[in-house]
C-alpha cells in the first residue's frame, strides 16, 4: 500500500495565493509597532519545560495539557512554546534588558504550538504577532498596548471593532473574589458539567470563561471581580477606563473575561470584530505583573498582547478586505536557440539589477508556447530574442496588453523598460549592461 503523505492534523499550508495577506498583515503590524517605539525580538521556538509549567503553561491550566513536550538527547525535557509572553520575559531576564531605559517595548513575530482541537482561524501551529511593554506599572503602558492591537485592525480595514475589558484584581484582593466565586459555583454544582466540575477543583476562574451549554444561566448571577478590588486595583482600572473614554474607544466591561493564573494582574483584555461568528475576539492580552517573580526573578510589572495571523486573514476574508498584490515579475524573456538564450540570460541579470521583476523562459519550446506562458503569467512585457534578433542587435518588444511590438536595441533595453516600468526613475542614468 503507498504512502499517503499529507500535513499534519491541525497544521496549515500557508499557498502562494494566500501570501498576499501574510506579507501585508505583516508588514503594517512591524511598521505600526515601530511607530509606537517598539523593538523587535526574535525568541527560541523551544524552551526549557519549566520557563512554560510554572508560568503561562502551569499547572492544572488547559495550556499545560496542551504542550508539546518532548526529551531531548541529553535528558533536558524541551516544550514548543505555546505562547510568547513566558518566553519574552525570560529573555528580558535573561539578557539584562532591565538595564536599559524603562520600560522596554518589545514585539515578535512566529510559530507557537498547542495540542488543541483545531477550529475554524485556530491551529496546533499558528502564527501570532505578539507585544509586550515590560518595566512599568502605568495604566497608560496598558492603554498603549491595547491601541496598538486596535490600530492593527483598524488600518487592516476591520469593521465594528471594541474591546472587552475586566480587571482580575492582585494578590491581595483576587483571593477574597476567588473564594466568594466558588461558594457560588458550588451551591450550584449540580447544574455544572464535568468540564467546569474539574475546573472548579483547580482553577475557580476558569469556570468564568466555559463555553460549555448552560452556563451562561449559570453565571448569570456569579459575583463580579469589579465588585470586590482593592484601592489600587480599582484605581488603576478606573484610570484606564478614563482613557479610553477620552479617547472614545467603545468598550464593554466584561466579568468572565479573565485569564487564569495567578500572576496576571488588573487588566485583561479582547478586541471583537464584527461577523466572525461565536468566536468574535481576534486577540487577547492583559497585565501580568507576576511573571517575572514566577521565573525567579525580581518583581516586574508587564502587560501585552498576542494575536493569532490566521485569525486575522480570516477575519479580513469574511469581511471582503483584499490585501495589496504582491510584486510580480514584469518582463518574460522569450529565447530561441543557444546564442539567444545566452544573450536571454544577461538581459535577465541586467535587468534584475535594475530592480526589474524578470521571469526567463526555462527549456527550448516553441515561440508559441513561451507566450503562451508569458500570457499567464501576467506579465507587462515580453522580450523575444531569436536568431533574427541576435544578428541586428535589436531584441522584439511585445506589450502584452495589446499585442504591440516594437524593436528596440539590445545595449539600451534595460534603460528602456525601465523607464516604462518605473516612470519615476526615468532619470536616473543606466546601470552598466553586461550585454
Known sequence: MPVRYQRPTGTLDILPEDQPYWTHVRTVARSLAERMGF??????????????????????????????????????????????????????????????PQPVKLYSFGPVFRHERPQKGRYRQHTQFNAEIIGTQDPLADLEIMLLAWTLYDELGFRGLSFQLNSTGCPRCKPAYVARLVDYLEARYDRLNDVDRERLARNPLRVLDSKEPGM????????????????????????????????GKPYTINFRLVRGLDYYTKTVFEVWAEGIGAQAAVCGGGRYDGLAEALGGPPTPG???ASGLERIILTMKVQGIEPPPLPRPAVFIAHLGAEARLAALRLATALREREIGTWLAFGQRSLKSQLREANK?????????????????RATVRRMADGEQQQVPLEGLPRWLSTRLHPSESHLQPLPSPL
Open 39 to 100: 523593538e523587535r525580538i526574535d525568541l527560541p521556538i523551544f524552551e526549557f519545560t519549566p520557563v512554560f509549567a510554572r508560568t503561562a503553561a502551569g499547572e492544572g491550566t488547559d495550556m499545560r495539557k496542551e504542550m508539546y513536550t518532548f526529551t531531548d538527547r541529553d535528558g533536558s525535557e524541551l516544550t514548543l512554546r505555546p505562547e510568547f509572553t513566558a518566553s519574552v520575559v525570560r529573555a528580558y531576564l535573561e539578557n539584562g534588558l532591565h538595564q536599559r
Open 303 to 305: 502587560v501585552g498582547f
Open 377 to 393: 503569467r501576467g506579465v507587462t512585457y515580453t522580450v523575444i530574442l531569436g536568431e533574427d534578433e541576435i544578428a541586428t542587435g
Open 216 to 247: 451562561d444561566e449559570v453565571l448569570a448571577e456569579a459575583p463580579h471581580i469589579v465588585d470586590a478590588l482593592c484601592d489600587e486595583c480599582a484605581d488603576h482600572f478606573a484610570t484606564l477606563r478614563g482613557y479610553l473614554d477620552a479617547l
